[in-house]
């Protein structure tokens, strides 16, 4: 319906346009007849701002730019509803909406750049790179025929070059080692991961991290469950960390997953939104086991729509912070010119009838400060520091008291970790050394015997010698470990100096395995997935 309205406003509106300008009695009365339908069709505030539009368009100084006036007034008035509203100019449309398909049309790597060199990380298996043979850590010298090193190695670059209709060709010129190489490859459909990590713990504990909630999301999580089942897994980790969200009909069917035949997920209302259900079938592939789910500040939208569900069915165990909030819906209207519109249209409650939407009529810029004020306020350290009203207190399916009104609380809080960081360890980051490391190591142990797959890099990994050979690397680039004075106790810097060790291991294994491997090497460390290891452990004996 609202489609069908925005096209009739157009059409009035380009007929009033139209009439601008034209000095014709014939002229005047269509200009007449123009005026009086728009009077007719259009609410007070909409006249009002079809009249300010042609009186600038006819009356103005010089020619005024009405592709840019009409994009500047949509964004004015979207600053007026919730923060989640959202106009989409045409020519973001396709980036925007890529990581919720699923898939783009491209070449198939990921990419880091380093020394104003674009280098590649990842090479997507089956993808068009992979079919011509192109390497992790090659290095972009051209793309068809346009230099990119130097000041030419930006992402954007990148995206407008590689990216392209499915079917056309790139030519890239690569560096490999001393090597010069040329590929011509053909675009293709490239598929963006919902679930990156997947792994077995131990015998019985399987992991999965959930990225985002896209259309290949729950197929993705099947086949992990699948895999880690064959593994002999019983219990679960769910990692939705960071995770932002995603559709609402995914984030229902991935609920789905871990719930018994008919239950409740969620629901969605709003002023013209009927109340629609939406309830588990017998297809989940997780209905049994224990569940721990890992959630915090980050994670939003779909993600509390699982969070919520598990924790209102008594179903696992949330282990984390609060969540971040969102428990409003949008919906997608394309507009003419290829733009698109996301309007709030309901909200969504979890089963047991929490809306956990946190306010945001303090405005946007208020609302998007939400971690400074969580941090000022203790919340992030302690979990008694969040005060919220007996009206907006629940009730699960066993009776335990969950509360809605800004986010899902956890079962079992985390703090956030206030170890400082030492002198060298920011000097490391801050000058990018970390990364130029692990390309820089990755590239030279390619193939390397000891390192020839993930377990064995692990097992050998001493006999490697990566962290004296970093810290020879970070001296070349003016960080010399032994001058930097140390003002801190010798405990905070014993704990960066392993930490940092930690990073180094997790990017190189990265570099050379692949996407995932980073967070196999970090999780002994992760105090989230430690708690839900102790957990699981607790309920198996």
């Known amino acids: 319906m609202l489609t069908k309205s ?3 406003h157009l059409v009035l509106l380009a007929l009033v346009l139209l009439a601008v300008g034209l000095s014709t009695p014939a002229a005047a009365q269509r200009k007449r007849n123009a005026k009086k339908n728009v009077e007719e ?3 007070p505030g909409q006249q009002r701002l ?5 009186l600038l368009n006819s009356e103005y100084v010089t020619d005024p730019n009405t592709d840019k006036l009409s994009e500047t ?18 020519k973001d449309v396709q980036r925007t ?6 898939n783009f049309d491209g070449v198939g790597i990921t990419f880091s750049i380093l020394n104003d060199t674009i280098c590649v990380g990842e090479v997507i298996a089956g993808g068009p790179s992979e079919k011509v043979g192109m390497l992790p850590g090659d290095k972009f010298l051209s793309i068809d025929d346009i230099k990119c090193t130097g000041d030419s190695a930006k992402q954007d670059f990148v995206f407008r070059h590689l990216r392209g209709k499915k079917g056309t060709r790139v030519i890239t010129k690569m560096l490999r080692g001393s090597d010069t190489l040329v590929f011509h490859i053909t675009r293709d459909k490239i598929p963006i991961h919902s679930i990156e990590v997947y792994f077995m713990e131990d015998d019985s504990i399987g992991y999965i991290s959930l990225l985002r909630f896209a259309r290949t999301s729950v197929n993705e999580f099947r086949t992990a469950i699948r895999e880690l089942k064959s593994q002999g897994m019983k219990s679960l980790i769910f990692d939705l960390r960071g995770n932002s969200g ?3 009909d995914i984030a229902s069917g991935m609920a789905n997953e871990f719930l018994e035949r008919g239950s409740l997920i969620v629901y969605q209302e709003g002023r013209n939104v009927p109340r629609q259900n939406f309830k588990s079938n017998f297809y989940g592939t997780f209905r049994e086991g224990d569940l721990v789910v890992l959630v915090d500040e980050n994670s939003a939208s779909a993600s509390e729509i699982v969070s919520g569900a598990v924790q209102d069915w008594d179903r696992g165990t949330i282990i984390g912070r609060r969540t971040f909030g969102k428990g409003l819906v949008q919906r997608m209207f394309p507009l003419a010119d290829g733009g698109q519109v996301r309007i709030t249209t309901a909200r969504y409650y979890t089963p047991s009838g929490r809306c956990i939407q946190r306010p945001y009529d303090k405005g946007t810029a208020d609302y998007n400060n939400e971690y400074t004020k969580r941090y000022k306020s203790g919340e992030l350290f ?13 009730k699960t399916h066993s009776g335990r008291v969950v509360y809605g009104g800004g986010g899902i609380m956890p079962d079992l809080f985390i703090p956030i970790d206030t170890t400082p960081a030492s002198k060298y360890y920011q000097e490391c980051r801050r000058k990018g050394v970390l990364n130029q490391f692990s390309q820089y190591y990755a590239d030279r142990h390619r193939g390397d015997t000891l390192a020839a797959t993930f377990e064995q890099f692990l097992a050998n990994y001493e006999l490697l010698k990566v962290d004296s050979v970093f810290d020879a690397f970070a001296a070349e680039k003016g960080i010399i470990r032994d001058s930097i004075q140390e003002s801190q106790p010798d405990s905070v810097v014993a704990f960066n100096d392993h930490f940092l060790s930690l990073q180094i ?3 190189v294994a990265d570099r050379l395995f692949g996407r995932g491997h980073y967070y196999r090497v970090m999780k002994d460390e992760d105090k989230f997935y430690q708690a839900a290891l102790r957990r699981l452990r607790e309920r198996r004996k």
């Open 73 to 90: 007034a949509i964004r004015a008035m979207f600053t007026s509803l919730d923060p989640h509203s959202i106009y989409i100019p045409a």
């Open 6 to 8: 925005y096209t009739r």
């Open 246 to 248: 995603g559709f609402l």
């Open 41 to 43: 069709t259009v609410l």
């Open 505 to 507: 291991k997790g990017l």
């Open 382 to 394: 302690s979990m008694d520091s969040i005060h919220l009203p007996d009206s907006l207190k629940y």
């Open 97 to 102: 909406n890529e990581s919720l398909q699923g």
């Open 50 to 54: 079809l009249e300010v539009f042609n």
